[in-house]
């Protein structure tokens, strides 16, 4: 029950081992604290989880959240979130997804769905306004995500994992429609409870607080997204395969493992190339306007075309220029139902190690007739595929190489390479779930791609990390896509970059720190709000809850920190803020001696703002941003943390 | 006067189905003037020296005036983010 | 009588086609950048109004959104045709005895009192 609006005001628990399901106890307090979607759902874990937890313990739980815009005519806010504990990294994932469930979820009437224990046999959970039943998935399992989604095509929301996820691939993903929660192997936690599917359906949309100016807000927000050059231009025209040329040419286009920034063949993979000769249409999201998605022709049928991750790093990450191959392997991974990332990152070190004579896996840097094989014996943990299956750091501690495991905490980096931006360094470094570039702040926006502020410098880049790290934690929280946050870097600084006053604010960029630590102390001191977010409005009008940019950034903060202390409680060293040495001791221009990742100096800062010692959150500030925890529990998990390994 | 191959990129090339193109040149400025006086698409006015960021034999370049050699690449590229 | 959507401010977005419960909306277009309600299957609920982010959704002229509907126990034989019809299965009850429609769940779309043979359901405005 809920007295605000906007949420439907219940959470539903389902018990896989026993089948029986239940009501799980959330209070208008707990929505004031964390909001929803990913901080609900990492606030969720932090009160569940004990030391040592494991990602395919029974009582591990997987957590289905969604945000208090969805269904409330926002644009762009139909994103629902999976967290759990990782099985490849063994700390908290949160996995983010634009598919139809969280709607659907909304219209049967919940906010979100836990999911405890373990299933005997397969089986698929159905939820709906009145009931959760219980069906037998033997038919489903084994079925390729698209199969399984056919079956399954009259329940408007569903949840599906494929072959990958049954097999407990560590990377293992699930699928909405075509959309994908794609990193830290929820899949595989899926695939161990032998939970194939999930539906959801109802008839119930959430009430609004005042819809006048919600809607009001909703057409000068759609309005705002078209208009900015980011979102309004370059996404729909391009998608986030754009990316490509601008990477090339600010030299942070992973190529060869990360063993350069730039490729000769990137025009062959770029998304000039895609939109040109290969793109069919564009698709979107439900709910969504600026309508990215590509689709492309795959073996004569029209399927969903490939991110700018899996272009870069099925690309150039391993020395290939054909796009088409491009395009049949992401087909080919959608099916099997893995991340592309961590897959292509996995492949790529597999590759070093064989050109090294260290291991050879049978794929090697340049060669493309055996890789669709690699996938399905990774797939089904055939041959060598069952070690490629384990991801990076696993490959590692099996043959060594860890200089060059291109993986942050475990999970595999995107496809920026921060030699080259190195605020970005940092944010793959600190990034909760590991090698996230959103998770990090997504500096390369600012360091070259939509602004440009110097990106080998690494001066204010922890403040300003900070702020979009908090920014985005927040509006993946209430729903909305991520891309919605770059509307908050104004259009007359991103669409004119060689302006005077461009210039100006970007030279002043750096020197930003204390500002932005100042506002993340005191937070009650904006109480303002920036047309350029609307997000933080929006909550208002939709839920009456009292929410301004302040505010935005405190749920933001509590987020970053929840999950944080999660990964401490469940055993994450301090000091596990790092990246491979091959990112912060080698040159990528041996002429240009800034061109690594000066972590340590960063970090020093970054904890500094975040009021964390060594990576961990102080008791002080812990209390600071209101969470309740056991003392006895910090003190534990922090002597923990603090012994060597 | 000096040859550049240009290359488009981004939004410019969708709307002005442009990729690589010669002109002639003796700075920066005036390349941009030409190419904007050549392009069509909705976007021909934002073909100036604010709105693109532009590269010039793979570096970054700053200067509305820079002075162009015979053989220089010229690369025009629109702000971009994504996932 | 049917909502229309309104071609010049739509926007794509597919949020209205995915809301409606009676298959009423769908793409226009090739690329599925515009939507249109075919009126022949709307029944005027508003649903996909209120998830249109551009409003660009527009009721009929005269339309008046419905506040409630209640079964009037004394005319109604309970034959079950009203649950059968109602997407939300709002109305319950046992066979031959008065259904009652249970205000949670009910949209107010107003399909069932449209059916009832026996005028027993009440539409308040």
Redesign the interface.
């Known amino acids: 029950m809920t007295e605000y609006c906007g949420y439907m005001g219940r959470v539903l628990l389902v018990d896989l081992t026993k089948r029986t399901f239940s009501e799980f106890p959330w209070t208008d307090k707990d929505r004031e604290r964390t909001l929803g979607g990913k901080i609900m759902a990492g606030d969720i874990l932090l009160h569940h989880i004990r030391p040592g937890m494991k990602a395919f313990d029974e009582d591990n739980w997987i957590v289905v959240t969604t945000g208090p815009l969805t ?5 762009n806010t ?1 994103r629902f979130n999976i967290s759990t504990v990782s099985p490849l990294t063994d700390i908290v994932t949160s996995s983010n997804c634009g598919g ?1 469930f969280g ?1 659907s979820l909304k219209r049967a009437g919940y906010d979100a769905v836990i999911f405890t224990g373990r299933s005997e046999s397969p089986v698929t959970v159905h939820i709906t ?2 009931n959760v039943e219980f069906e037998s998935a033997e038919e489903l399992w084994g079925l390729t995500t698209g199969e399984a989604q056919e079956k399954l095509c009259d329940y ?1 929301g569903r949840l599906v994992i494929g072959p990958a996820g049954e097999n407990k691939v560590l990377y293992a993903c699930v699928f909405s429609n075509e959309r994908t929660a794609g990193r830290g192997g929820v899949g595989a936690v899926f695939g161990d409870k032998k939970l194939k599917a999930v539906t959801a359906v109802g ?3 959430p009430k ?1 607080a005042n819809e006048e100016k919600l ?1 009001d807000l ?2 000068k ?2 309005k705002l997204l ?1 208009t900015h ?2 979102t309004g ?3 729909p ?7 490509i ?2 990477m090339q ?2 030299s942070i286009l992973a190529t060869k493992n990360f063993s350069a920034g ?1 490729f000769d063949g990137f025009e062959k993979v ?1 998304g ?1 190339e895609l ?2 000769n290969h793109l069919v ?4 999201c ?4 600026i ?2 998605a590509r689709k492309v022709v795959v073996n004569g049928k029209v399927v969903k075309g490939p ?3 899996t272009l870069g790093l099925f690309g150039p990450n391993i020395l290939n220029d054909d796009i088409e191959k491009i395009l049949k392997w992401n087909y080919e991974l959608d099916e099997l139902g893995m991340d592309a990332i961590s897959c292509a990152g996995s492949i790529a070190f597999a590759m070093e190690l064989a050109e090294k004579g260290i291991h050879d896996f049978g794929v090697h840097f340049g060669e493309t007739d055996n890789i669709s094989q690699m996938f399905e014996d990774i797939a089904y943990r055939r041959g060598e595929g069952n070690d490629i299956a384990d991801g990076s750091r696993r490959m590692s501690d099996k043959y060594g190489g860890k200089e060059f495991a291109i993986n942050a905490k475990g999970m595999e980096l995107a496809a920026y390479e921060p030699r080259h931006a190195v605020g970005q360094g940092l944010g793959y470094a600190t990034a909760n779930r590991g090698g996230c ?2 998770n990090a702040g ?1 500096m390369v ?1 600012v360091e070259g ?4 502020v110097n990106s080998l410098t690494p001066h204010g880049k922890a403040a300003i990390g900070i702020m979009f790290q908090n920014l985005m934690e927040a509006i993946s929280a209430g729903g909305s896509c ?2 919605t946050s ?1 509307a908050v870097l104004p259009g007359f600084l ?6 005077l006053l461009t ?1 100006m604010v970007l030279a002043a960029f750096p020197y930003v720190g204390p500002v932005v630590n100042l506002l993340s102390h005191f937070t009650k001191v904006p109480q303002l709000n920036i047309p350029l977010l609307p997000h933080a409005i929006a909550v208002k009008h939709a839920t009456g809850m009292k929410s301004n940019m302040a505010k935005y950034l405190t749920w933001g903060a509590y987020g970053y920190n929840c999950e944080r202390i999660a990964n401490v409680i469940l055993g994450q060293k301090a000091g596990a803020d790092k990246l491979p040495k091959r990112l912060t001791d080698e040159l990528q221009d041996p002429d240009n001696p800034k061109t690594k990742v000066p972590l340590e100096q960063m970090k020093k800062v970054y904890y500094r703002a975040r009021g964390w010692k060594d990576g961990i959150p102080t008791w002080h500030r812990l209390k600071t941003l209101g969470f309740d925890i056991d003392k006895s529990v910090y003190d534990a998990a922090v002597a923990a943390a603090k012994k060597p390994d | 006067m000096a040859k550049a191959k240009v290359k488009l ?3 410019y ?3 002005t189905h442009i ?1 690589d193109i010669e002109i002639e040149a003796e700075k920066l400025s005036d390349l941009l003037d030409e190419l904007s006086r050549i392009a069509v698409g909705e ?1 021909k006015s ?1 073909i100036s ?7 010039i034999n ?1 570096e ?1 370049c ?1 200067k ?1 005036k820079q002075k162009l050699n015979d053989g220089d690449e010229v ?1 025009l ?7 | 009588m049917a909502f229309r959507i309104d071609e010049n401010i739509c ?5 209205c086609a ?2 409606c ?1 009676f298959g009423a909306i769908s793409a226009a277009n ?4 515009l939507y249109a309600i075919d009126e022949t299957k709307c029944v005027e609920c508003s ?1 996909c109004s ?6 660009a959704i527009n009721a009929p002229d005269g339309y008046k959104p419905i506040k409630k509907v209640e079964i009037i126990a004394e005319k109604c034989k309970g034959c079950s045709l009203c649950s059968k019809v109602c ?3 709002a109305p319950e009850g046992k066979i031959k005895e008065p259904f009652e429609i249970n205000q949670e ?1 009910c ?1 107010q779309c107003g399909v069932c009192a449209s059916k009832c043979r026996f005028e027993a359901i009440e539409v308040k405005y």
């Open positions: 269904g409330c005519g926002c644009p139909s139809d709607l306004c009145d408007p008839t119930k949309l609004l809607k909703n057409k927000w759609t078209h050059p980011l231009r370059q996404l025209k391009l998608g986030s395969a754009g990316l040329a601008p040419a600010h730039r770029s000039e939109a040109e249409s564009n698709a979107a439900t709910g969504c306007v309508r990215c991110e700018l991750e570039h959103l997504y926006v791609l939509g602004l440009d991520m891309f770059y991103i669409g004119k970059p060689n302006m210039k | 990129f981004g939004v090339r969708v709307d990729s976007h934002s020296f604010s709105d693109a960021s532009v590269f793979g970054h700053k509305k690369w590229l629109s702000p971009a983010s994504g996932g | 926007v794509g977005c597919g949020g995915f809301t419960l090739d690329d599925a950048s649903q209120h998830v249109c982010p551009v409003s997407k939300a299965k769940k949209f």
